[in-house]
């Protein structure tokens, strides 16, 4: 239905028909899935060989874990949802509407990353961490969670790992739709975004060197808003939509490996 | 369909900057790519030459290095690993002539994202920064060799130059993987999509077809070393244990607990089979493609060629396992990959037996592209023939970690992908630079190279079987080894004469390109699209047409034409097929 919207005429006459019947960008997301989708192969691999190689693999979350992670599946679930209207707004050519949905998106889509940041927070604080993570001030361990950081590493390595690699997605995932929405004007609301981000997590909190994420991720934008200064068409709203199903997709795989898998009930 | 952003792409770009340097020009990406692997292929081979020196003479002082300490030995190694496989052999034959001559042999005016093409260079040229600079560091190069075992790569103090050196090593590892992502996308896209018309699958020369699987192969094996190289920086710098179990490093127990030398080994291997697929495949659309062009006859077997191809790319993702046989794996897997690894053979038997019977009764014209063809064969066989030894576990647990395996790869891989990068540049240079290269000289080159090569690298059969174990600086001090001296000295000898002769090719390379003879559009009478626009070709390749395709690429000598070949745009005859 969206390729009609993109459909170019003129050229397709040169060329033979391509192989899948659609667009080279979106033939390229596809391929980019294909490749993250092995990156992230790996890492879950990573994490089954370390939970199948350690006798007691420890299941240390609380309800309250799991009632934050679900909320923030189900955030990412809706955010899936605002994407196809999105999608399917720009494929009748409404460009408010398109705009207003992408943004919807990217609400859906930063509440998700908050809830997270402050899951890990929350953790870090009770002791589950990794080395290199300072002591929270001001704040007792949880017996539990230091217990398992110190004799199970491969825990919170693997945890902090998985989800921190998939939050890196989804926080790119936000800036790719806020430039597809909202091109130049984007990166002051990303620099915005990132001195927020920077100044008000405390030093010890791992976001608080994290959030130069955003800064690079403003520079790497700005460079592409140089060398493509093109008006996006329905088409990047279309192979967005890819990329962000995508990351929902992959959380649909880390969410019970990691969480559920973990938990105190099991 | 093509995309109309991409057609009327860019116009010729003005101006220095924009054309040579962040230039969006497929050819140009092409040529960079090209030069960045030849500076990088004359560093890895100093580094070999210095490590061929140590060798034999211990405690000689070098210029430039002093007297090689065994660390350095290592850090040595580790760069000449690393540099060959990553930044020449990947490197030349996919991304830089798949560049050049993949857009122009299916008729499209650039690749389907040039921007992205560009990207992928310089991100591809940051990576080799960031790996050079790891000589320049405190500690030095690391110690770990191409494979970066761990928890040798994982533990900052296992010994110098795993400190920085390391770090910067992992780095420029995960920046190649994402700078071969983009690029493997990018060829994949380009081959679906931008076909001229009449450019079905089974037309594409065998060379879009090689660098086509290839880049499947780049897709689906860097995303999962790129994975491995975040998760040992993780071990290394945040004080996770994905690779290290716990382990004592001079008498300190260090903080780790629980992780598995194995992990990094199976994510390693399972993008480093692949990987050497990924070097060899260009090599053998080339070889297909010159033996069919110089033996005036078309490909025997082409179909068979294709999918013996992807056989061999399929099956390279299932064979992994034959790299750790040593690594205590249950004897049922171990007999997986052994026969899995022993059926690959049976493609690349395939591809052999075509390219032979294609020779086979052809009017040879020896050329040098076709002499260093010819070469690549008889080294892929020759490196070939080791191939099912290793494959089986009794055979491979003595071999293994000896110089038969170097032997081995160095043939099939090292060696025959750089005849490949030569025969390429033979036959593509009068297309890229309007001259040919002296004949007289590549000739020379050719024989002394191949002599060389073979006097380098089959004694290491021998000193493997004979025990010698790799990666070790010094052996003249221990007693069994001394008796494999001479042959030793020897190969050292064989090596400075293989390396002095490359200067013979730089000389060339450089001359030709200001005073080689002139050549035609289609000096060698060949039948693919490059040969059919002009020299250079012009910024959109075909001159503001794109080429309507009737033929197949390999039709020489056809019955009854007028002459002993039928370009791809030569007007259908009769009966089209
Ligand atoms: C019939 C085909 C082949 C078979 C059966 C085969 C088998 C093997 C085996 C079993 C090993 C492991 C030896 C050991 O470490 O103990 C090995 C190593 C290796 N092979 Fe092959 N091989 C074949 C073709 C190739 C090809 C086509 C290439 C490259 C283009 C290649 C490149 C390598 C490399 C680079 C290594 C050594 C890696 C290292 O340890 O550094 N092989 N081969
Ligand atoms: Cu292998």
């Not at chain 1, 199948?52 to 299941?59: A, E, G, L, R, V």
């Not at chain 1, 060197?209 to 996006?232: E, N, R, T």
């Not at chain 2, 983009?182 to 060379?207: C, E, H, S, V």
């Amino acid at each position: 239905m969206a390729d009609v919207a993109v459909e170019q005429h003129g050229v397709a006459a040169a060329y033979e028909p391509s192989l899948f019947g659609t667009y080279s960008k979106k033939i390229g997301m596809w391929l980019f899935l294909l490749s993250d989708s092995l990156t992230f192969g790996a890492l879950l691999y990573a994490y089954s060989y370390g939970r199948i190689s350690t006798p007691n693999w420890p299941t240390p979350f609380h309800s309250e874990s799991i009632r934050n992670a679900t909320l923030m599946t189900a955030f990412l679930l809706t955010s899936s949802l605002t994407m196809v209207l999105a999608v399917r707004a720009s494929v009748f050519g409404k460009g408010k509407a398109v705009r207003g949905w992408l943004l919807a998106t990217m609400a859906c889509g930063t509440a998700f990353v908050i809830l997270h940041g402050h899951e890990w927070s929350n953790l870090i604080a009770e002791g589950l961490t990794l080395p290199v993570f300072p002591a929270v001030p001001g704040h007792e361990a949880s017996k539990e969670f230091a217990n398992v950081s110190r004799t199970v590493p491969q825990f919170p390595a693997t945890f902090f790992g998985l989800t921190g690699m998939h939050m890196l997605h989804v926080t790119l995932g936000v800036i790719y739709l806020g430039i597809v929405a909202l091109r130049k004007k984007f990166i002051p609301i990303l620099l915005g975004l990132w001195l927020v981000a920077w100044l008000a997590t405390p030093s010890y909190s791992p976001f608080h060197y994290g959030a130069h994420v955003l800064l690079l991720a403003a520079i790497a934008a700005s460079v592409i808003v140089f060398l493509k200064p093109k008006v996006y068409d329905s088409s990047d709203v279309e192979v967005a939509g890819l990329y962000w199903h995508f990351v929902d997709l992959v959380w649909m795989f880390i969410f019970p490996l990691v969480y559920l898998m973990s938990t105190r009930i099991l | 369909m093509a995309s109309t952003d991409l057609v009327h792409a860019h116009a010729a770009p003005q101006g220095f900057i924009r054309k040579y340097i962040f230039s969006l020009d497929h050819k140009v990406i092409g040529l960079q790519y090209y030069f960045l692997a030849l500076i990088a292929v004359f560093t890895g081979m100093f580094l070999s030459l210095l490590m061929r020196i140590h060798l034999i003479w211990p405690t000689a002082q070098l210029p430039l290095v002093g007297e090689i300490k065994p660390e350095t030995y290592l850090g040595l190694l580790t760069m000449h690993g690393t540099i060959m496989v990553f930044f020449v052999l990947t490197t030349a034959p996919q991304s830089g002539f798949g560049n050049y001559f993949l857009p122009i042999q299916i008729g499209a005016p650039d690749m389907a994202f040039p921007v992205l093409n560009m990207l992928s260079f310089w991100t591809t040229f940051v990576a080799f920064v960031v790996l050079i600079s790891a000589f320049f560091v405190g500690g030095g190069a690391p110690l770990h060799g191409w494979t970066g075992y761990a928890p040798l790569s994982a533990l900052p103090n296992a010994g110098p130059g795993q400190q920085l050196g390391a770090d910067l090593w992992i780095t420029s590892i995960a920046i190649f993987c994402v700078a071969s992502l983009m690029g493997a996308l990018n060829f994949i896209t380009t081959t679906l999509d931008l076909r001229a018309k009449g450019m079905t699958l089974m037309r594409m020369p065998l060379t879009v077809w090689a660098w086509f699987i290839t880049a499947i192969l780049g897709l689906l094996a860097f995303g999962v070393l790129l994975s491995a190289g975040i998760l040992l920086l993780l071990d290394r710098n945040l004080g996770t244990s994905f690779y290290v179990p716990l382990v004592v490093v001079n008498g300190q127990v260090m903080g780790h607990r629980g992780g598995s030398p194995l992990l990094w080994q199976h994510l390693f291997w399972f993008f480093g089979h692949p990987e050497v697929y990924i070097a060899i495949l260009p090599g053998m659309g080339v070889a297909s493609q010159l033996i069919s062009t110089f033996s005036r006859k078309p490909i025997f077997g082409y179909r068979a060629m294709v999918y013996a191809l992807m056989a061999i790319g399929f099956m390279g993702f299932m064979v992994w396992g034959h790299h750790m046989f040593m690594s205590g794996m249950s004897p049922y897997s171990a007999f997986a990959f052994s026969l899995m690894t022993m059926a690959i053979g049976v493609p690349s038997a395939i591809k052999t037996f075509n390219w032979l019977g294609t020779i086979w009764g052809g009017k040879v014209r020896l050329y040098s592209p076709m002499l260093f063809a010819i070469g690549f064969v008889s080294l892929f066989v020759s490196g070939g023939l080791s191939g099912p030894f290793l494959a089986q576990p009794v055979l491979d647990i003595p071999l293994h970690d000896t110089y038969f395996v170097v032997g081995h790869f160095h043939l099939i891989m090292g060696v025959a992908a750089i005849f490949g990068i030569f025969a390429a540049t033979y036959y593509w240079f009068p297309k890229m630079f309007g001259r040919k290269m002296n004949e007289t000289l590549a000739k020379v080159h050719f024989f002394v190279t191949l002599l060389g090569t073979y006097a380098i690298f089959m004694p290491m059969h021998y000193l493997g079987m004979a025990g010698q174990t790799r990666r070790y600086s010094q052996f003249t001090e221990v007693a069994y080894q001394t008796k494999l001296i001479p042959l030793q000295t020897f190969m050292t000898y064989a090596a400075f004469v293989t390396i002095a002769v490359q200067l013979v090719f730089l000389f060339n390379l450089f001359w030709s390109m200001k005073k080689g003879e002139k050549a035609s559009d289609n000096p060698w009478e060949a039948t693919t699209l490059e040969w059919t626009t002009a020299t250079p070709p012009p910024h959109d390749n075909f001159g503001g047409r794109t080429p309507v395709v009737n033929h197949g690429p390999y039709e020489y000598s056809v019955p009854g034409a007028a002459r002993d070949y039928t370009m791809q745009t030569d007007p259908a005859t009769a009966p089209v097929d």
